[in-house]
């Protein structure tokens, strides 16, 4: 591939992810509808667009200009925003919320396509495909069963396709980067369908488990209310709780209505606010069991069904021949276990062991390094990697950056082999010069 088609393919993805992120966004953007017209937020998602396109234009026409610092990237944003804003202000007529609604949606966007690069793509870009996601999912609910969201209906089926859209791109996401880790691919690697398909059909099986359960919350929500009833009503009767309903008075007569006085008549009795979030409680709680009822339903049959087919799944194993030679088991690699990560992650403390401490500082010094867009390759040997992150390192830090670059590789190598103990001076001087670097 030569230079001039890897840049037009670069311009192309970066064309597409800026597209990508509005629809991640549209679930999000239909709650302005709730305070302003109805057509706010096709209008809002194409102006998002437009303005991500054209800060990304300008990044790419001008990018000595706009690489020198943040506040040059910041005052153009707020240009871009201004402009837009002004132009949708003179063509339609806008309330004040609308317009502040417009401008901190256009601001975000021109600020995303002007800082936009490889690492934002790789690294940041599958966490707003799950935000797509959950919006759409909270989003069509809430729109279902809240009562001053029932004017986001009309909405249902754009923020259903968004959420599609937004799972099916981050299993494709997930896919190439188990590609890029297994194989240490540079990104010549085409993806191929069967291979997508063999690798990921339990994730597209759980995606049109999800896209199903979706669609029938209405009937799934109809079929629980009485369940819910029955619940609240048994819960009632545990803490004595009398019905919120008194019947009425029975008249001498049977046919002589009852005349009371005004002061003695009370007002309609409202349902407690308490009873109102308990059902809703037990609500969640019943659709809770039966999803995870389903859940282990759906996983006894597909592991029965990838057992009997197995041959199917995965063709390659079935003609292989049994393996008869001896194999040693204590020369085998064990399977690493599968560590689940957490939502909320806890900052990783710094080893205390002298030789983890200088390969703590050195991942993590490679990590920023990544965040802030210097590529990296994972052929690169440290001296390497120090010297790609020498050519992009910030003016703000340049003393303590450039010493840590010309230290901390030579002191990893070192480690690496064994060369250097805990009591060495080097180990001193690299923590006296990570304190200053992570401050």
Not at 8 to 29: C, D, E
């Amino acid at each position: 591939m030569s230079e001039k088609d890897a840049i037009k393919r670069v311009h192309i993805i970066s064309i597409l992810a800026v597209l990508s992120i509005g629809i991640y966004l549209f679930p999000i953007f239909t709650i302005t509808s709730l305070y302003t017209r109805a057509y706010f937020p096709y209008l809002l998602f194409g102006l998002y667009v437009m303005a991500g396109l054209f800060g990304l234009w300008i990044q790419h026409r001008f990018t000595s200009v706009i690489e020198k610092s943040s506040f040059v990237r910041g005052v153009m944003a707020f240009a871009i925003c201004i402009l837009f804003v002004w132009v949708s202000g003179m063509l339609l007529t806008l309330s004040l919320p609308a317009i502040i609604t417009l401008g901190a949606g256009l601001f975000i966007a021109a600020l995303t396509g002007l800082n936009f690069d490889s690492a934002f793509y790789s690294s940041r870009l599958w966490r707003l495909q799950l935000v797509g996601v959950i919006s759409a999912i909270v989003s069509t609910i809430a729109a279902m069963q809240i009562e001053f969201m029932l004017p986001m209906q009309m909405y249902t089926g754009y923020i259903y396709a968004a959420g599609v859209i937004s799972f099916g791109c981050w299993i494709v996401g997930q896919y190439r980067a188990q590609l890029d880790r297994a194989v240490l691919n540079d990104g010549k690697r085409r993806l191929v369908l069967r291979e997508f398909t063999r690798a990921n059909h339990l994730r597209i099986l759980w995606m049109l488990i999800i896209i199903a359960g979706i669609g029938a919350f209405p009937s799934l929500a109809a079929w629980l209310a009485p369940l819910r009833d029955r619940l609240l009503a048994w819960i009632r009767g545990l803490f004595g709780a009398s019905s919120p309903q008194e019947p009425p008075l029975t008249p001498e007569m049977p046919n002589e209505p009852m005349n009371l006085p005004d002061e003695f008549r009370e007002p309609p009795s409202d349902p407690s606010l308490f009873w109102e979030i308990l059902g809703w409680i037990v609500f969640g709680a019943a659709a809770a069991v039966i999803l995870w009822l389903l859940v282990k339903l759906g996983r006894t049959i597909m592991d029965k069904l990838a057992e009997r087919f197995k041959g199917l799944l995965q063709p390659g194993q079935k003609r292989q021949e049994p393996r008869t030679e001896y194999v040693d088991i204590s020369e085998t690699l064990e399977v690493p276990t599968k560590v689940r990560k957490r939502w909320f992650r806890k900052k990783e403390p710094v080893p205390t062991q002298a030789g983890e401490r200088i390969r703590y500082y050195y991942r993590v010094w490679v990590s920023n390094a990544m965040d802030r867009g210097v590529k990296v390759e994972k052929s690169y040997t440290p001296l390497e990697t120090a010297e790609s992150i020498k050519e992009s390192y910030l003016k703000s830090k340049e003393g303590t950056e450039q010493e840590l670059a010309t230290r901390l590789p030579e002191v990893y190598n070192a480690v690496r082999y064994g060369k250097k103990d805990e009591h060495n001076p080097d180990m001193i001087e690299m923590d006296r010069i990570w304190k200053s670097y992570s401050k």
